[in-house]
């Protein structure tokens, strides 16, 4: 297995669920709060930005990877 596999399955805190979305502008995503929950995004091409509470906006490219810890 790779880290990322290792990193993940030591994390699973319940079933795996995958998306590939493609979004065009103008677009908005909101990913609720779930208890006991952990994943990431990846950015596959262009650039987004991450709005994250009590914090300045965050530009997110290319490449870029956003992880979401637990709750």
Same mark, same amino acid.
């Given at each position: 297995?790779?880290?990322?596999?290792?990193?993940?399955?030591?994390?699973?805190? *319940?079933? $795996?669920?995958?998306?590939? !979305?493609?979004?065009?502008?103008?677009?908005?995503?909101?990913?609720? %709060?779930? /208890? *006991?929950? $952990?994943?990431?995004?990846? !950015?596959?091409?262009?650039?987004?930005?991450?709005?994250?509470?009590? %914090?300045? /906006?965050?530009?997110?490219?290319?490449?870029?990877?956003?992880?979401?810890?637990?709750?």
């Amino acid at each position: 297995m790779d880290v990322l596999s290792d990193v993940l399955a030591v994390l699973r805190t *319940g079933r $795996a669920r995958s998306a590939q !979305v493609a979004w065009r502008a103008p677009w908005a995503q909101e990913f609720s %709060a779930v /208890p *006991g929950s $952990a994943g990431f995004h990846v !950015v596959l091409r262009g650039s987004c930005v991450l709005l994250r509470p009590g %914090a300045e /906006p965050l530009t997110v490219n290319t490449g870029d990877i956003v992880f979401r810890g637990a709750r």
